[in-house]
């Protein structure tokens, strides 16, 4: 079944724990990204990634870190969480798209709470 | 910069009735799509309907439908024949010319009434 997998779905820790949430696509995509969403702003874009070892900063990368070392995988990083972070977040991924036209896999999404 | 927007917090519907979901955008590529996905109760992102930048006909999947319209910069969503399970949040998204960024409204959450 083609899917993407985040993981934890769930998670709670303290300010200052670095944590790591794990994403991984089945699909062969190049291009990943991830988004955070709270409520009355939507989803906003974290960072995304062209294709291995290409990422970019989306609209707030601040206080997140990325790696693509492989096609599949695509962890969102958080050295020093604060609870500013506490967020849903989600994890998606689509073909290569030059023209703007494919749409993005999601997987179900990490709730985060920092306290 | 771009920027899309949903006017419609929150909308009432009967079911079996259409319903209309607002979205404005704001771009200056020339090239960009139109994307609107769901998030029923229970969180996951779905994907419905595509609207590509340069398609002359509106969309249509199933009881969806994209009504754009180019030169007000407007991509509505119409739901036709509402049901119960389209109880859910919908986001309009907007990706731009290379695919690089993709930006999200702020939803409108659709409530439909029995």
């Known amino acids: 079944e083609a899917q993407v997998t985040q993981n934890p779905r769930y998670l709670i820790t303290v300010t200052g724990k670095k944590l790591t949430v794990t994403c991984s696509q089945n699909m062969n995509h190049e291009y990943m990204s991830w988004h955070r969403q709270d409520p009355g702003l939507g989803l906003r874009q974290i960072y995304y990634?062209?294709?291995?070892?290409?990422?970019d900063k989306g609209d707030v990368p601040e206080g997140y870190k990325v790696s693509r070392k492989e096609k599949r995988n695509f962890p969102l990083i958080l050295e020093s969480p604060s609870p500013n972070q506490t967020s849903l977040y989600f994890c998606a991924s689509s073909p290569r798209d030059r023209a703007g036209n494919q749409p993005q896999h999601f997987g179900d999404g990490t709730r985060l709470s920092i306290l | 910069a771009q920027k899309i927007t949903q006017t419609q917090p929150g909308m009432f519907v009967q079911e079996k009735e259409a319903v209309t979901l607002d979205c404005t955008y704001d771009?200056?590529?020339?090239?960009?799509?139109l994307f609107w996905y769901k998030q029923p109760s229970s969180g996951e992102m779905i994907f419905l309907i595509y609207q590509g930048s340069y398609d002359e006909q509106n969309a249509t999947e199933g009881r969806y439908s994209l009504n754009f319209q180019k030169a007000r910069k407007s991509a509505n969503l119409v739901i036709s024949a509402s049901q119960l399970g389209d109880s859910a949040m919908y986001f309009c998204a907007m990706r731009g010319s290379g695919g690089f960024k993709t930006i999200f409204g702020a939803g409108t959450r659709l409530f439909v009434k029995a």
């Open positions: 990634s062209m294709n291995v070892e290409v990422t």
């Open positions: 771009t200056s590529d020339q090239s960009y799509g």
